[in-house]
DNA sequence: ATTCAAAGTTGAAACGATTCAATTAGGCAC
DNA sequence: GTGCCTAATTGAATCGTTTCAACTTTGAAT
């Protein structure tokens, strides 16, 4: 059916050793052959078989990115940058949706190791130490991205989050607030324990305590429904202002809140938000949240696989990147 | 260094054919066989090489998808979809970003193809269907997204951008709008020359002229630069209505557009986009836009591409689907 | 004319799973 | 005990590429 390279080495009347020279190492090839070889790859429609060559190969070119929610562009420009970082070392990227689902995480994680990937990038739910400890052992890199590794094990690359969250709250301090709450969950996972812990901290050396309403997951739709529950409270039970552990879910509150009418934005109401989507600077009001580098993330995730790869010595490292925070209207007043 | 099936076999005191009728076809081996090969497995920690099984199998089972522009979260959903329906097909989806690069749209293309994957899913800049043909004609099926095939060869799944444009003006007719501008482009890409003509044929029944702004991509950032200009045009010149070929221009456009805080929307200045993504809701003001359905139109695609593959008698279909006018408060006035 | 190195080329041996015709074993009926 | 059927198992051949030691040719140096 398929062409092979076999039958290109028969119709240019040369072995299949050289025609596998010419499309690897052409110098080693005369240029009439070169030519000759030409020709008959687009005659006869030659397309190589990347099965034979990994099989060959042992190992594949291609980086797996696994991640929490394909649906939030702060992946999405993680996964860019990702990619323009592995593209200069002759590198590709699958990028997968785990969904916020542990067991698809566990599905995909073993698909990728079926496909002797080069490498796996993941932000986990929780992370599994064993699985991944496992996976590595039998030959394939991991590197944690958005997310530290508690036991020094894993390479990662993180954002402070601890700082992030502290930024936040003592922002919300300096504008005057007093009733503050922190939104977001499910608080198993690290990056928003971090936050809140952040947040906390900010909150207790300006003596002031922090209301905490856990979430199941950090989309629009769950931000929504909190905004809701939100505008219902009497007056004196409500924040004045609330830090949502992400943006969708910022945006989701500031939408219900708005659509209310009764609460203004940020006179009676601040909303700050996390992970400065693009988005972020479009809403009903600029949101104010934190700048997490996304790109910056994939692309030093990229490299630090690339030197675990390598075997190089000093390959296990965790590096963390400073937050930043970015004003904008929803958080001044 | 990888442990293969050969490994297995010999620990497990079996055959190499065991094993693998013992991985695909369990009913095949002996209940006590099986329990040994499964305890053997995992002991080595063996894991299935894919690169094998594809070479021998022929072809990949996984479907790629080339989208035009990752970041928009329209893609997002289309790719959700399509992963959905392919579950079921017991498939899996590669998403490819072509970042609007042609020549990277290739390259793609060509990955694919060396991978034989089960079939492509592309939602190309302009179809270059001599590529595809061939594509198809060396044994990988092919369907267009989000565009149809001029010349009725290919399967697609599309949407009614003619209708879509038509709507979109008409309802900007019925509100009393009278200079209407359209955004959008390059102008050969299918999906946005089909939302102009639609736009100019109910505009012509209205009686009334449209101005045309042809873009180079369609971003917020290129909607904000719109957005500027647009601020600064004197009021006689100045449009009513502004018609943005997606809602990322539209977003950007708008966002421009208070930030000036000459005008007002709807009052000054009508906004409708086209997509419906998730952030159209947050927006600034929310925005009115078409609704495309992503999610049906990727799980359609699969459904056609698998029919394809089958070598279904009526496999060839173009699918189009009806968009709906959502209207919101940046076109009520 | 002889020697030697460099440049091209060859073809068989991997890589690891699947397949399938052939073989063996086990059970049952007569 | 013999024959027969089914169930279980075997192992060589195959997929298409890369690799590499071995071989041939060419041309320059002596």
Redesign the interface.
């Known amino acids: 059916?398929?062409?092979s390279i076999r039958d290109v080495a028969r119709e240019a009347g040369v072995s299949v050793g050289t025609v596998s020279n010419a499309l690897n190492d052409p110098d080693r090839v005369a240029p009439g052959t070169l030519q000759r070889i030409a020709e008959t790859i687009e005659r006869l429609?030659f397309?190589?078989?990347?099965?034979?060559r990994?099989?060959r190969a042992?190992r594949?070119k291609a980086v797996g990115l696994i991640v929490l929610d394909?649906?939030n562009?702060f992946f999405?420009?993680l996964?860019?940058g990702a990619?323009r970082r592995a593209d200069e070392f002759g590198l590709?990227v699958?990028?997968a949706?785990a969904d916020e689902d542990p067991q698809r995480e566990r599905i995909l994680l073993?698909?990728f190791?079926?496909?002797?990937v080069f490498g796996v990038l993941i932000s986990p739910l929780v992370v599994d130490v064993e699985t991944l400890r496992?996976l590595r052992?039998?030959?394939t890199p991991v590197v944690l991205v958005d997310l530290t590794s508690e036991d020094k094990s894993f390479s990662s690359v993180s954002v402070d989050d601890f700082a992030g969250g502290k930024f936040v709250v003592q922002h919300m301090v300096d504008r005057g607030c007093r009733k503050i709450a922190f939104v977001g969950g499910p608080l198993i996972r690290n990056q928003v324990a971090e936050r809140l812990s952040g947040a906390r901290a900010a909150a207790e050396s300006a003596d002031l305590e922090l209301t905490v309403v856990e979430t199941l997951g950090m989309t629009?739709d769950e931000g929504r429904a909190i905004g809701e529950k939100l505008v219902k409270m009497p007056k004196d039970q409500r924040p004045d202002a609330v830090f949502a552990a992400n943006d969708l879910l910022a945006?989701?509150i500031?939408?219900a809140v708005i659509l209310d009418g009764q609460l203004s934005i940020p006179g009676d109401l601040a909303i700050v938000g996390y992970d400065d989507i693009?988005?972020a600077?479009?809403?009903?009001?600029?949101l104010s949240t934190v700048r997490q580098s996304p790109a910056l993330i994939g692309s030093t995730a990229i490299e630090l696989l690339y030197s675990e790869a390598q075997n190089e010595s000093d390959a296990i490292r965790q590096l963390v990147i400073q937050p930043e925070l970015v004003i904008r209207e929803s958080s001044l007043r």
Chains 1, 2 share one sequence.
């Open positions: 059916m398929s062409v429609g397309v190589r078989n990347d099965a034979a990994q099989l042992g594949s394909g649906a562009p999405a420009e996964a860019l990619e590709s699958l990028v949706n073993n698909l190791e079926e496909q002797r496992k052992d039998r030959g629009v945006l989701g500031m939408q693009p988005f600077s479009t809403a009903i009001v600029p």
